[in-house]
């Protein structure tokens, strides 16, 4: 049976790194309570997983949001989900995310090279017998969501190898995506630049306070 802590403290001095020892000793998850300035009484459960406090939960007044609806919204909101579906778009846009991961930036003029180039190295690939091609009859159903999402899953233990809490990121990041104004150009949604009049600052995610 789980062994649990529970402690109240001031926001101030909440440190983990203080109870470190006695909760990997002692218990099984950890739920921390304590209170803001304001008076809002807000609490954070870990959860201990190999030695090391993951984060179960965030404070209440962002447990309630939903990460994943929080980015369909982003979605929802531009119109994106009503464009339509076209494999090699989205595999460019997932590919230019994992150029900027590797440590590289594509400027968005290069958006249609990036692509051209990617079915060129697709085609090379299965030219090769590197790859081979799914039954057409069968990409329908399962195997078309399918790998979006493995991508999710996979990202979500890229998160975790990082050790930032996968939830409490997700709403940083949705909070960040959202505040950003622009339009669809050729079926991807694009920032307004500083020149531009219709310009807003965004908000800037803050990924220290998911920090496990």
């Not at 789980?2 to 109240?8: A, R």
């Not at 403290?9 to 209170?35: A, R």
């Not at 007044?61 to 369909?72: D, F, G, L």
């Not at 991508?151 to 990082?162: F, R, S, T, W, Y």
């Amino acid at each position: 049976m789980s062994k649990k802590l529970e402690l109240l403290v001031p926001i101030e001095k909440l440190d983990i790194e203080e109870f470190q020892d006695l909760i990997n000793d002692k218990v099984d998850e950890f739920s921390w309570e304590f209170q803001t300035t304001t008076g809002e009484t807000v609490d954070i459960v870990f959860v201990k997983i190999d030695n090391y406090l993951k984060e179960y939960s965030t404070r209440k007044t962002e447990a309630t949001k939903c990460p994943i609806e929080e980015m369909m919204l982003y979605q929802s909101e531009r119109g994106l989900d009503k464009l339509e579906y076209n494999p090699l778009n989205e595999a460019s846009m997932v590919f230019e995310e994992i150029l900027e991961s590797l440590g590289y930036n594509l400027d968005k003029s290069n958006r249609e090279v990036l692509k051209n180039k990617l079915l060129t190295f697709t085609n090379n690939l299965y030219v090769e017998n590197i790859i081979t091609e799914l039954d057409k009859s069968e990409y329908t159903g399962h195997n078309r969501i399918d790998p979006h999402l493995d991508q999710i899953e996979l990202n979500i233990g890229a998160i975790m190898k990082l050790d930032y809490a996968v939830s409490a990121s997700i709403l940083e990041m949705a909070k960040e995506i959202r505040s950003r104004k622009g339009e669809i150009i050729n079926g991807k949604f694009e920032k307004f630049t500083k020149d531009d009049p219709r310009y807003e600052e965004p908000y800037k995610a803050d990924y220290s306070k998911t920090k496990l």
